[in-house]
């Protein structure tokens, strides 16, 4: 049987309790013989094709209940998305009940205490124009419209995090529509250990309904580094940057990465090489930041400098075009404690070997706020890591995927066996039991505990704590 086949018998089997749920919904439900199945089952990522049994287009809360109540009578595993942006496409389950939040996007700004509140279909980029109108933001992602919520939930790094932590470091509360339906709020007092959990654990714990996030004052302009250098001088380079990266002021965020250099007619003859660019902000005084980029300014090789000033909205979409709808992608990241000679070596020649044009290799750095939360603070691992290399191959030809997907899973292991560390959630490719385990290790028995918890049907799929455990 063919999984669009199985996705129509499964919604078939819970001919009632959908019909119901059909009925029931202020939003939509999208079966497999509709019109807009097609287009309702897609995601951002262009590789993930998956047939889930219905669609439910949930609008409010009592949307949300209705559609895990339908989940648990028809026995129909569920998953849910917001934004649809995870490289993975685990908000989509075969054959399942996908709970769509996507339409649940609203934003609630309180200057005075500093604090947002936002529905689960927000995206970074509803949260950041509603927030800097009163001079204030978050840590969130570097891409618009990805989704708070998928983003939150694993962790969350961006150009504030140095300076005020991850996304879920920022997190004060959340309400949580649990596996039997019911509604419950989860902060540093209430329901703490689903709280734990929802600060790095990925999704798979309920759906969440609403997050309260603390906010900081954003300056007006931020100064902006981006300047390219050959591939030639990457160890080197990145030798001056994990020294410097050592004792950086938490407003740096400078995150070097490989790709392709653009042509550019300040430089001719290198349009379409592979480089290297150093590219971040200082999110604090410009001028302040403008001095402290200097230093990766003035190499004589630097090849193109668009260095600049921005407003942090800008600067939060200028990624965007980047990464469209719809396109094939493929990713997975490690940690690195350090950046040694190996690995700065393997990071050029791997990029050397990438496939596509289209290619990064992005070493994030950590430090900063983010390292200062106690281990086991959150379920977020490796609080004491000083980089995430995030690898990512982005292509538009299906006749390569094999290729692209084999050399971001090499890149892989070439930087493991150099000594890198395991992934983070929200980078990650791959959902399998192994990867998870790799993902949380010393937290895995704790978020284990807590998935028996709050679902122990195991009802909620597509998180990293599912049926696998
Ligand atoms: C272009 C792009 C840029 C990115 N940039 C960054 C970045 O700067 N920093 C960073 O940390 N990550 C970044 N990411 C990764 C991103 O954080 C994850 O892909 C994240 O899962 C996206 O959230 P979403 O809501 O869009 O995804 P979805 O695919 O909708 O959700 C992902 C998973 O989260 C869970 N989930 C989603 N919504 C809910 C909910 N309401 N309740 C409970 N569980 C839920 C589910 O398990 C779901 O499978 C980026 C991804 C992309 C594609």
Redesign the pocket.
């Given at each position: 049987m063919d999984d669009r086949t199985a996705a129509a018998r499964a919604a078939d089997a819970a001919g009632d309790d959908i019909d119901e749920l059909a009925s029931a919904l202020r939003g939509e439900l999208v079966r497999p013989a509709a019109d807009d199945y097609d287009d309702a089952r897609r995601?951002?990522n262009g590789m993930v094709n998956r047939y889930p049994a219905a669609i439910a287009y949930c609008k409010s809360v009592s949307d949300v209940r209705s559609a895990v109540r339908t989940a648990n009578e028809a026995a129909l595993p569920a998953?849910?998305?917001?934004?649809?942006?995870?490289?993975a496409g685990?908000?989509i389950a075969a054959a399942g009940l996908v709970i769509d939040?996507s339409r649940m996007g609203w934003v609630r700004v309180d200057p005075r205490d500093r604090t947002a509140t936002v529905g689960?279909g927000t995206t970074w980029g509803e949260f950041d124009r509603e927030t800097t109108e009163f001079g204030l933001a978050t840590s969130g992602?570097?891409?618009s419209d990805?989704?708070v919520?998928?983003?939150t939930?694993?962790?969350?790094?961006?150009y504030l995090s140095r300076k005020h932590g991850l996304a879920a470091d920022n997190l004060l509360g959340a309400d949580v529509v649990t596996a039997d339906g019911e509604l419950v709020h989860a902060s540093a007092t209430e329901n703490t250990d689903l709280f734990w959990a929802l600060r790095g654990g990925?999704?798979?714990f309920?759906?969440?309904t609403a997050f309260e996030f603390e906010l900081h004052p954003i300056p007006d302009e931020l100064a902006v580094c981006s300047v390219w250098y050959p591939a030639e001088r990457a160890e080197e380079l990145l030798s001056e940057f994990a020294a410097y990266q050592t004792d950086a002021p938490d407003e740096s965020l400078l995150s070097p990465y490989f790709g392709q250099i653009p042509d550019d007619p300040a430089c001719p003859d290198h349009g379409g090489e592979v480089g290297l660019c150093f590219s971040g902000t200082y999110v604090g005084d410009p001028d302040v930041g403008e001095r402290e980029f200097e230093r990766f300014r003035q190499g004589e090789d630097a090849l193109i400098d668009e260095s600049t000033r921005t407003s942090y909205t800008e600067l939060q979409s200028d990624s965007d075009s980047g990464?469209p709808h719809g396109r094939r992608y493929y990713w997975k990241s490690v940690y690195v404690d350090e950046l040694t000679t190996e690995i700065r070596t393997s990071l050029r020649r791997r990029a050397a070997s990438a496939p596509n044009e289209e290619f990064s290799i992005i070493v994030w750095p950590m430090g900063g706020a983010v390292n200062r939360v106690e281990a086991g603070e959150t379920a977020f691992r490796r609080r004491d890591t000083a980089f995430v290399c995030s690898i990512e191959a982005n292509w538009d030809d299906p006749r390569t995927n094999h290729e692209n997907v084999e050399w971001v899973r090499e890149t892989a292991e070439t930087l493991r066996d150099a000594g890198a560390g395991g992934p983070i959630p929200?980078?990650e490719g791959e959902t399998d039991a192994a990867t998870t385990n790799d993902l949380y290790g010393e937290h895995y028995e704790h978020l284990h505990d807590i998935k028996e918890t709050v679902d122990p049907e195991g009802r909620f799929v597509?998180?990293r704590f599912d049926e696998t455990g």
């Open positions: 995601v951002w998953s849910v998305r917001s934004g649809g942006h995870h490289v685990s908000c939040c689960p992602g570097v891409v990805t989704g919520a998928g983003l939930l694993g962790g969350g790094t961006g990925d999704g798979g309920g759906v969440v990464f929200n980078f597509g998180g």
